[in-house]
T-cell receptor, first 114, second 114 residues
């Protein structure tokens, strides 16, 4: 069964450092998403990406965040200068059409900022 | 804004027990409702869905009925197994279908003991 793969599964970084979270979506998918879940809180939408550009983003997705699809297979989330409050589980998702029920989620990357 | 509230966990049950995980929602318009499951080390997977009032979603022995009058979408299973141990997320969508429109609850960690 096809799956979305995220690496690393756990990353620890120092406050102020840049971090890149990587995702390999399912190969024929066209829509890509990042969500995050701060420990004990709700899963929150960050950003969606289609046709090589951001299609929607939430208030959380400020100038410290960026996404790109550098080589046609990976989909990355970059946080330029991490803060303690960026510590969370980050989920990547992809779908082949604009349909929430068709989206596949990865297993998540746990980011810990110290 | 839209929101989803689900019972706090962890919920610990013995094998073959009856399961209910409560979920209530607040939304403008007429949302679609979903339950996602995350097994250990895996991504979020869509478990079941309902798109209009009185619809019943079902999959793998789990059921949930869209109750508009009580704004609820409780997850039930008649006889749980150890393999059902996972985190369960209730979610809604009002955005017309895209995965960027998902509003999640905090998740309920279910532990089934043999």
């Amino acid at each position: 069964e096809p799956e979305v793969t995220q690496t690393p599964s756990h990353q620890v970084t120092q406050m102020g450092q840049e971090v890149i979270l990587r995702c390999v979506p399912i190969s024929n998918h066209l829509y890509f998403y990042w969500y995050r879940q701060i420990l004990g809180q709700k899963v929150e939408f960050l950003v969606s990406f289609y046709n090589n550009e951001i299609s929607e983003k939430s208030e959380i997705f400020d100038d410290q965040f960026s996404v790109e699809r550098p080589d046609g297979s990976n989909f990355t989330l970059k946080i330029r200068s991490t803060k303690l409050e960026d510590s969370a589980m980050y989920f990547c998702a992809s779908s082949d059409r604009f349909s929430v029920t068709e989206a596949f989620f990865g297993q998540g990357t746990r980011l810990t900022v110290v | 804004g839209d929101s989803v509230t689900q019972m706090e966990g962890p919920v610990t049950l013995s094998e073959e027990a009856f399961l209910t995980i409560n979920c209530t929602y607040t939304a403008t318009g007429y949302p679609s409702l979903f339950w996602y499951v995350q097994y250990p080390g895996e991504g979020l997977q869509l478990l079941l869905k309902a798109t209009k009032a009185d619809d019943k979603g079902s999959n793998k022995g789990f059921e949930a009925t869209y109750r508009k009058e009580t704004t609820s979408f409780h997850l039930e299973k008649g006889s749980v197994q150890v393999s059902d141990s996972a985190v369960y997320f209730c979610a809604l969508s009002t955005s017309g279908g895209g995965a960027d429109g998902l509003t999640f609850g905090k998740g309920t960690h279910l532990i089934i003991q043999p």
